[in-house]
């Protein structure tokens, strides 16, 4: 298919089972932090590239079931922001890991907790790491693809969510 130089192409992926559910809790600028708790996640990707010889930005075959396992290394997990300046998480002893901010101290078996390397557990920077991954494992699976621009998005309640955009650029 010829191009014109001003047309873009692109894929928007929104299925009831991209989501995760999660618990987690945010630090505020002055300190403070909520109180642990949890959301059911919806994730949405857009994904513009040109196209390719079959007319395809991508296949939705392909890149479906890579945002779903995303989903479901997320799901059940008490996510920890590994980059925060206060918050400290280590394994300790008995399979636990100790997550420690200010006065707090959770004790969670680890395979329960995942420290992701982002500041703060926003949804904002919960669509960044997601769309960093799902890049990389794209790389990995099309190491040919240029990315025009990459939306990711993360819904932690109705009409609330954070949005991410990148490119390869």
């Not at 959770?106 to 769309?131: C, K, Q």
Request: hydrophobic share 40%; glycine share 6%.
């Amino acid at each position: 298919m010829t191009s014109h130089p001003r047309e873009r192409w692109s894929i928007f992926i929104e299925k009831d089972y991209l989501k995760f559910s999660a618990a987690h809790f945010l630090i505020f600028p002055d300190g403070s932090a909520e109180r642990l708790h949890g959301h059911n996640y919806k994730v949405t990707v857009t994904l513009e590239t040109e196209l390719d010889k079959h007319g395809l930005v991508v296949n939705f075959k392909e890149i479906k079931p890579m945002v779903r396992r995303l989903c479901d290394e997320l799901d059940e997990h008490l996510l920890i922001p590994g980059l925060h300046p206060v918050l400290t998480a280590k394994p300790v002893d008995g399979g636990q890991m100790e997550i420690r901010y200010l006065e707090r101290l959770y004790l969670i078996p680890m395979d329960e907790v995942i420290v992701l390397p982002i500041g703060n557990s926003s949804a904002e920077n919960l669509a960044t790491w997601f769309a960093r991954e799902l890049r990389a494992r794209m790389r990995v699976e099309w190491p040919h693809l240029r990315v025009n621009e990459m939306r990711v998005s993360v819904e932690e309640t109705p009409g609330q969510q954070g949005i991410y955009t990148m490119s390869d650029a």
